[in-house]
Structures are given as structure tokens and as C-alpha cells.
């Protein structure tokens, strides 16, 4: 395929390619401790021997186009956590220099380990690009306090670089197997460890192979005219400064066979690739045309791959829009538009007249319709309707619209009770059924809202005081940005309540409470709970649906309670009272026959009686746990029980 990119970009990617191609293999700095611990043997062996053997044997296999420098430590004199020197900054081929400088070292000082990986880092840094340190030490770190929080500065200070660990005859060294394993981790490195030459000798050739796979970078882009009819791909060694594609972007990636590899709709698309040829396909939505090229991706290959496709030539539509004047904040108004060729997602939208082209806020898709709805914002001032594309966002009609602020009012009682309902009223034009009024605490931060009511194309709506007393603001807030069109001072008060109950009543029993205040709500209850229970506790209760009285059922446990009168908004207790719950005796003993036959039928119609009275209240009372009751056990020797099937309390 013909490149068709101007002639200065096609020479400078040519220039640049060959030093680029070469730099895509990281620089490395080899770092190898020749402190005194480095005299210790390994089967009969000098660990320094063994580390003389292998590094001269990796080193001479090394790429020779590659930059590698050495850096050593504790190599001078000893106790010196200063002694570390780079020996040899990182350029190509010089792999032999290192060898020999390896075979004279003579170990005799500390263990800076972290600083010297610092150093080496330093050293790197000039290149700007991804850089490799490898470290080869056999002992705990001896000068730096935290190498973990020295690595991490190097990583946070924007050092490209990776830190490779090989911890030599260290088994069994808890500290210095951490401090080499955080080292790695904290600057995405490998850590590995080596007990004898052969396990030295791996774990450095694992660390410094080429990697088998590579990171590729996709970017499909709008050329300018000298791009001609057909797409264009480039392999530059930097991205391009070109626009890129709008809309939705499609890659597929495949080998030689056309079996797919990997797929994506990110512009640009950034894949990690095994190195070997591939086909790369995109589809662009926008232009609804695709393009192939075939690439080989290597180590040594350019990283950006740039599809450049032709200016979009067709004709675009044409339209002109319409919308009111002038219009309330907040408001819902009608806009109309009209033009050939406007596609079903093209919208219309409502911003600020200077805003850049492009952008939305409240917005209506066209749908095949002329005519929708927009939502003035919430701020006066002057703005566009914009008929807008939804592919490219440009904007073929626009109209100016001045919002400003609506005369408002609401209204409500300057005192009410606390969780009481309570009527708000409101006048203005321009209000929208999703604008709401809401009681707050005065002082409270427009936006805040506690209770509250939509307009929903009324005048006049209901609240719920809350439940603590004190001074608030009933306030009429649009929805749309929270603003405050009017407010009201409203004064919230402790009502005067009382509650009243049977002193004492048997465990298990129904008993009547009643009650006196004004301002209740219909959804606040009486309960009963063991005395000194928290606020807001609560057990068997009866809402007060608009009641003077209602019942309760005593709980099974004999005790100390309280008959507590509470909101249901926020189970504040308004009042109380104290009832004993005593245990109960439906027994009764005696000789005469006569008299205990009068006796069972008293009690059998006392549990017949319980039992009507309970199933009636079970059903009675929503929003109530159903308590039934067991069958009783029949007759036994000396008392007189309920018969069997007979429902008691």
C-alpha cells in the first residue's frame, strides 16, 4: 500500500527508525555485591568464585547492540556504606570490559544494596526510556533502614525502571529474603534466589532474555486531503499528532490464517502481542469503511501502528431548529426542528451561548419526530438550542433561548408539631412536576432536603415535620441543579401528648391504651418494651390512624414495661406510662361438682371469648406480627383447663 503522508513525516520516521528499533531493548545496569559475606562458600566453592564464573558467562552472550553497565559495592574498604561505583555506564558492547572487571573484584565491605540499585537507577535515568537493574546479593541489607520505601521514592519520582532480584545463598534469611522481595515488587520486578552456580546461572539468563511478547499500540486517524481515497498505515516510532477517528472504532486482530487473536473498539487500542506477523483489520463506523494491512511485530519493530483514513467527503445535512424566546429556569419547553437526511440519534440540546461546540446538557434524541422536550437549566442567563450530529457532534442548527428566574411563592404554617402532617402551598409559572418542596433545618445548604413533595402539576402538596424541634425553611427547589426558588420560615414544636394504660395486665393479654395530642400523625404508634429499653424500641404496637385509643397485647414475660407513645418518623418517644405485666391463673379448685361445673363454663368462655377477640385483632391490625394462640391441653387432676381444641390466651 502507498504511502501518501507528507514528505517531512515519511523521512523523519525513516531517519529515526534504525536508533529507535535498537533502543526497544531495555538498558540494564548489572549490580553485584562484593561485600566480605561474598568470601562465604558454597560446596567448597567462594560464593565470589561462582558469581565471577556465571556473570562472565552470561555477559558474554549478552546483545552487543544493547546498552549494559555495572555497578558494584563493598568492593574498596570496609565499613563504608558509601563504597558502591559504577564501574561502567550502560552503552553497547560492553560485555567483555564487565567480565574482566568481575574477575579482579575483591570482596571486603558493607552490604548497600538499596543504594547501589538507586545509583544504578541515577545512571539510567539520562536515557529516558525503560530501563533494567539487576541485582545479585547474598546478605541483609547493612546501611539503608527501609530499601522498600527507597525503591517506591524511585517508582514515584518517574524513574522508567525495573528492578530484577536474585538473592544468593540467602535460604533461610527471613529479613534479607523481604528486603529483596520488596525491592523487585516495588518497581515491577522479578525476584528469584539461587542456592548454588547452576541456580545463579538461570536465574540470570531468566531475568535477562528477550522478552517473548511485546506491547502494540492501535490508533486509527482522519487524514487531510493529500491522503487521497484510500486509508493509510504508518509504523512511526512516536504516535502521531493526527485527530483521531469519531465514533465507534473496531479492531481485529489475526495471524497469517486469519484466526483471530484479539478484538477491540478502543481509539487507540493497546494489546499485549507474542511477536510474529499478523493481519490487522478496522472497521470505522463513522466512515462506514474498513481497512487491512498485514504487520510483523518483534522486539526490534516500532510499537505504534496508525491507520490514517480519508477526510469524510459526503454531504451533511442541512436543518434549522426552533424553540421559545425566552423560558422560566427549571422549565420544561417545547423545540422543533426540521432538515433532510437527520439521523434517529442527532439530538437536540440546551447550553450556555459560548459553549464550545460539542457539548450537552439536557438533551432529546430526534427519533424520526420534528418536535420534543427540553429542561431549561436551573441558572438564568443567555443560552443555544443546538441541533447537534451524534456522530462527530457538530452542530447543524442553533436558536437563542434567555432563561430567567420565575416568580415564586410558597407558603406554609409558621408553626407545626413535631412529626406532624402538615399542608404546603405554592404559586408560579414555569414549575416543573419533578420540582419538589422539602422542610429543612434554616441555615441548611441549598440542595438539602429532608421530607418532600413533587409538584406534579399542583399547587398544594403535604409534609412531615420532623421529628425534633426547632427552627426550619420549607423551601420550593428545582430539580434540575437543587436552586432554591422560594422558602419559608417554618417553627417546629414538642406536642402535648399523653398516653394512658392499665397499671398492670396479665402476660399475654390484650389490654386498651389511649392517648391525647394534637398533631399526631396517622403512621405514629403506641408499643410496649421493657422499661429502660433505648428510644425507638419497639414490640407489639397499634398505629394511631387518626384514633384516640387502641389495644395492645401484653408480652409473655412478666416484668416492668412502658405503654410509650412514638413518632414514627425518627421513634422519638412523645410520651409514656409504666404497666407491670403479672403472670396470670385461669385454674380453679374445689369440691363442689355443681359449683365446678359453673366454674369450667366460665372459663371455657373466657377462652372462647380470648380467642374470637385475638383472631379479630390479628386481622385488624396491618402492618402487626399475627400472634396465635395453641390448642390447651384438655383436663388435668385437680384443675379445670380449657377442652381440648378450645383456643386460650
Sequence with gaps: MRSLVTAGLIALTSALAPAALAQERPSTILVLDASGSMWGQIDGINKITIARDVVGDIVSDFPADQNLGFVTYGHRERGQCADIETLVEPAPGTAA????????????????????VVTAAQALRHTEQAATVILVSDGIETCNPD????????????????????????????????????????????????DNAQELNQALREVTAAPASGSFTFTANLGGEEIGDDTVWERPV?????????????????DTSFNR???????????????GDYIVTVHSTAQDDFSQTEASLALDSARNV?????????????????GPAQTLVGSAFTVSWEGEGLAPRDYVTIVPADAED????????????????????????????????????RVLARTPVEVVDAEVTVSAPAQVVVGSAFPVTWQGEGLHARDYVTIVPAGSADGTYADYDRMQGRSEAELRAPAEPGLYEVRLQLDAGDRVLARTPVEVVDAEVTVSAPAQVVVGSAFPVTWQGEGLHARDYVTIVPAGSADGTYADYDRMQGRSEGELRAPA????????????????????????????DVSLDGPDRARGRRRDHAILDRCHTSARLHSHRSRRHTGRRAKWLSPCSGRRSGHVHCTRGAWCL
Excluded: K
Excluded at 238 to 254: C, F, R
Excluded at 261 to 275: E, I, S
Excluded at 560 to 576: F, I, K, M, N, S
Design 261 to 275: 487473536v484479539q478484538t477491540g473498539t478502543a481509539n487507540p487500542f493497546t494489546t499485549d502481542l507474542p511477536f
Design 97 to 116: 570490559e564487565i567480565a574482566g572487571i568481575v574477575e579482579g573484584l575483591n570482596p571486603r565491605g558493607m552490604t548497600p544494596m538499596t543504594d547501589a
Design 557 to 584: 414475660e412478666p416484668g416492668l414495661y412502658e405503654v410509650r407513645l412514638q413518632l414514627d418518623a425518627g421513634d422519638r418517644v412523645l410520651a409514656r406510662t409504666p404497666v407491670e405485666v403479672m403472670d396470670g
Design 147 to 194: 530499601p522498600c520505601a527507597a525503591a517506591r521514592a524511585l517508582e514515584e519520582a518517574g524513574v522508567d525502571f525495573t528492578a530484577h532480584v536474585i538473592g544468593f545463598d540467602v535460604r533461610g534469611e527471613a529479613d534479607a529474603l523481604l528486603q529483596m522481595q520488596c525491592i523487585a515488587e516495588e518497581t515491577g520486578g522479578r525476584f528469584l534466589t539461587a
Design 306 to 322: 496508525h491507520a490514517i483514513f480519508p477526510p469524510i467527503t459526503s454531504q451533511q445535512p442541512t436543518a434549522q431548529v426552533f
Design 238 to 254: 512516536a504516535p502521531l499528532e493526527l485527530p483521531l477517528l469519531s465514533d465507534e472504532v473496531i479492531w481485529e486482530i489475526s
Design 358 to 393: 460539542g457539548a450537552y446538557a439536557d438533551y432529546d434524541r430526534l427519533e424520526n419526530r420534528t418536535e420534543g422536550e427540553l429542561r431549561a437549566p436551573a441558572e438564568p442567563g443567555l443560552y443555544e438550542v443546538r441541533l447537534q450530529l451524534d456522530a462527530g457532534d
